[in-house]
């Protein structure tokens, strides 16, 4: 090759650097979210921040805005518009066609293991064009911490414990303790907070052949949800079970609990209280068979037609990538709902390094395709029962005021008349 000729070629490859720079000198973008720091979302982004605005040259001015669902919305309507808003379904039903649509080939449609949740970005049905990237879902499933310390003071096997839940009753009665005053010292098995551990009940009775609602009628009055509910309630009346909460990480990090259910990222959680506990990790306890709700909707990325409408979608797009986007995830500690995340060589290494995430991979083949709200128990009428009903009738059954027939006739009517309300 000559050297005029390459001299060419180094001008030519030289302009289109300067022109591709140009495209991008200058460009600033707006993102909203509803939290600040510190926040695991907020900082997963920052690191997908620093790095775009390293190879891009665009700046991303990340704003908080409180009252979130609100704000926005009269935000919107006063002509006030960010470029990128963090959100979910919910949040962008309300003003979707302010929403610019993000092209298949940054989805990846192909690449999500549930398809659900490609539905759940699609701007309408069938439609090539979705209304936003998803960064992030809830959990499938919750894991189930193993306090190895708790488990060799009984010289007790601490790497083959059951999920199923009958299995696992038997082997937290041994670490159970009380003292003789009544007092509970430990608890072989606890629950997490309200939220999640009302969900976890919600699982119980889906794995035990039951169902919480058909066709708009309630109908958990039915042999295995009593029989399952027999089971929790007697548990929970010999303190074997902790279905009420308390502290239950600093109990569990001071060997008050052998077992704690919890949400995945109370792990580094657990190591920042005690960098020096062994910790294991089982897949969430199941009754009957497992059965997990999926995913939830998750938040992701939508841009806002009329502002920097380029160079955000340059950000969905860098996002997207799965060398970037495997980043995030790892980050929050979140489940890999893409086939290239999960396989990615930075994802195996990490579930290598942190006990807790690979119970919770494993739990996905379990999962129900469908969103994890997009059932009988949706929106409202679940916040209200599970408020309510399912932890105030626990309080009750564990203090032996109500059976366990009465709490699940109590529930079931509780839920029919909260049905029939919303109706």
């Known amino acids: 090759m000559s050297t005029k000729l390459l001299r060419c070629m180094s001008f030519i490859v030289l302009i289109s650097l300067c022109i591709g720079g140009s495209v991008w000198a200058n460009k600033e973008i707006t993102l909203w979210g509803p939290w600040g720091e510190p926040h695991p979302?907020?900082?997963?982004?920052?690191?997908?921040?620093?790095?775009f605005e390293e190879q891009t040259g665009i700046?991303?001015?990340y704003q908080v805005r409180d009252k979130y669902a609100e704000n926005i919305k009269v935000s919107l309507a006063s002509g006030v518009m960010p470029d990128i808003i963090l959100a979910g379904r919910s949040h962008l039903e309300a003003f979707k066609q302010l929403v610019h649509p993000i092209p298949k080939e940054i989805v990846q449609p192909e690449d999500w293991v549930l398809p659900a949740l490609v539905e759940n970005m699609e701007?309408?049905?069938?439609?090539?064009?979705y209304l936003f990237f998803l960064l992030g879902t809830g959990q499938p499933s919750l894991p189930a911490?193993?306090?190895v310390r708790v488990f060799e003071e009984y010289a007790m096997d601490s790497d083959n414990i059951s999920s199923e839940l009958t299995k696992l009753a038997e082997t937290a009665r041994k670490l159970t303790s009380i003292d003789?005053?009544?007092?509970?010292?430990r608890y072989g098995f606890s629950t997490p907070g309200f939220i999640s551990g009302a969900t976890w009940i919600k699982n119980l009775v889906r794995g035990s052949g039951g169902a919480w609602v058909v066709d708009g009628k309630a109908t958990l009055e039915t042999a295995e949800v009593f029989e399952l509910f027999e089971f929790l309630v007697d548990n929970a009346q010999q303190r074997v079970f902790n279905l009420i909460h308390g502290n239950n990480i600093q109990d569990f990090v001071d060997g008050r609990i052998g077992v704690l259910l919890t949400v995945a990222d109370s792990g580094q959680w657990i190591k920042d209280l005690d960098p020096t506990i062994e910790l294991r990790a089982i897949m969430e306890p199941y009754y009957g068979v497992p059965a997990y709700p999926?995913?939830?909707a998750g938040w992701g990325l939508a841009v806002m037609e009329g502002g920097n409408v380029d160079a955000a979608m340059e950000f969905v797009r860098f996002?997207?990538?799965p060398d970037n986007h495997v980043r995030f995830i790892i980050h929050i500690g979140n489940v890999p709902y893409r086939e290239s995340l999960a396989a990615h060589p930075a994802f195996q290494q990490f579930m290598n390094e942190v006990p807790w995430i690979a119970p919770i991979v494993e739990s996905i083949q379990y999962s129900r395709n469908p969103l994890f709200y997009d059932d009988a128990l949706s929106g409202i009428l679940w916040t209200v029962l599970r408020d309510q009903y399912v932890l105030p009738l626990m309080r009750r059954a564990t203090a032996g005021e109500i059976s366990s027939t009465e709490f699940v006739r109590e529930l079931n009517h509780g839920t029919q008349v909260e049905i029939n309300r919303i109706k």
């Not at 701007?123 to 064009?129: A, Q, V």
Request: avoid cysteine; aromatic fraction near 2%; charged fraction near 30%.
């Open 294 to 296: 999926g995913a939830d």
């Open 180 to 185: 003789a005053d009544g007092r509970v010292q």
């Open 145 to 147: 911490f193993v306090n």
């Open 123 to 129: 701007i309408r049905p069938g439609s090539d064009e």
């Open 59 to 61: 700046r991303v001015h």
């Open 319 to 321: 996002v997207s990538e």
């Open 41 to 51: 979302m907020v900082e997963g982004l920052k690191l997908l921040v620093q790095a």
